[in-house]
């Protein structure tokens, strides 16, 4: 039965592990539609996403099968209940995923825009949230995951340079609103990836330490700057 | 032991009613806010984000605790997993009426626009799929949750409706263009409520039938209208 009950969790990793990889290639693929306008590309994404759906859905019941069938200890079942939400977020990585290459798809309708802002940079960060967000979770690692936490902030301020550069170019030049407005919510999108990489650490933090991080990032956000989040 | 579950169970129970009671006030003071250009409602929902991220916390622990300690059966264990999954979408539906609040403070810096295209309505129409959601997760009713996730499409709509009405804004009166944006990102923000409501639905649905009806949706979304999700 233990023994067992090992090799279910390994599998329950590995899956999460190949989860973590489809969303890592759907993000990246989706900013390469944007920089190639390429349509075959946002055609993989999409694609890609219908496996994602399957895949977070056997996650879903083999969580729930293993807490009914085991009754595992208060470990095993800090990681179940935290694989069940960290499964959600990784499946919204790659909603948002979608998101960026539909988005592309319309900017390919448009005239080029001369500036791409910092949409592959922030795409990057993004994504190297993702993979250490998960890392951290499968290797229960507080410290990598604390790092991510922090690295939320250069996306949110990358998110705010491109807001006012776009600003700038909707208001001088109304004829790029709609292409900056596809941008502008692709950065947007870009967002919401680090935000789940981030609720995905959160969680590796609580598990791995019993303490919840979400208090502190609370009671920061309401000593300093006040943001609308995305 | 069993009465003392059932009295946890309950007072879980209240404690998640609460919490969607504060999100649903949170949503109306607003989009108040907006309406109003009162300053001292964006207070009001700042004020009450701070409860909300506590009661979640809460929330969390005591599903944790209860899962730990009783080691409930199946079908009171399915309750836990959904009310942790359901206190996180209610948490982050505050979250969105913070960046709304926020927005109809930066919309008070700028002349008022004529049009709110259609944003109080869409917020009465989120507002009222959360109340509902939340209803139909503590009554275990399947039918009223199908009916929330049905809603989902006129949200949709309201918010394509809303951008291209506020594209032709920003491309005809520049001067615009700032005004008009905040209230496309308030429009987002409605729409996200909305898709988290859709959420705790699904999950409504999830635990009285146990059918996923997010494999469902995905079909849906496969076969039809292709659009990017916020």
Chains 1, 2 share one sequence.
Do not use: W
């Amino acid at each position: 039965m233990e023994r067992h009950f090992e090799r279910d969790l390994q599998g329950l990793r590995d899956v999460l592990l190949g989860m973590g990889a489809d969303a890592e290639f759907m993000i990246q693929t989706s900013v390469q539609a944007l920089v190639e306008r390429e349509d075959g590309l946002v055609e993989a994404v999409l694609a890609r996403e219908e496996k994602l759906d399957q895949l977070s859905i056997e996650v879903d019941d083999r969580c729930f099968t293993l807490m009914t069938t085991i009754q595992p200890m208060a470990t095993d079942l800090r990681f179940l209940v935290a694989a069940i939400k960290i499964n959600s977020d990784i499946e919204r990585v790659g909603d948002q995923a979608c998101s960026i290459a539909l988005r592309a798809r319309s900017l390919m309708q448009l005239a080029p825009l001369a500036d791409l802002v910092d949409i592959p940079r922030m795409a990057d960060l993004a994504q190297g949230m993702v993979t250490k967000a998960l890392e951290a979770f499968l290797r229960r690692d507080a410290l990598q995951a604390q790092a991510v936490i922090q690295s939320d902030d250069a996306v949110d301020l990358m998110r705010d340079q491109a807001f006012h550069r776009l600003l700038g170019t909707m208001r001088s030049e109304p004829a790029s609103v709609p292409a900056a407005l596809n941008l502008l919510l692709i950065s947007r999108n870009l967002e919401r990836i680090a935000d789940h990489a981030t609720n995905i650490a959160e969680d590796v933090v609580y598990i791995v330490k019993g303490e919840d991080v979400r208090e502190r990032g609370n009671k920061e956000r309401v000593a300093g700057l006040r943001k609308p989040r995305d």
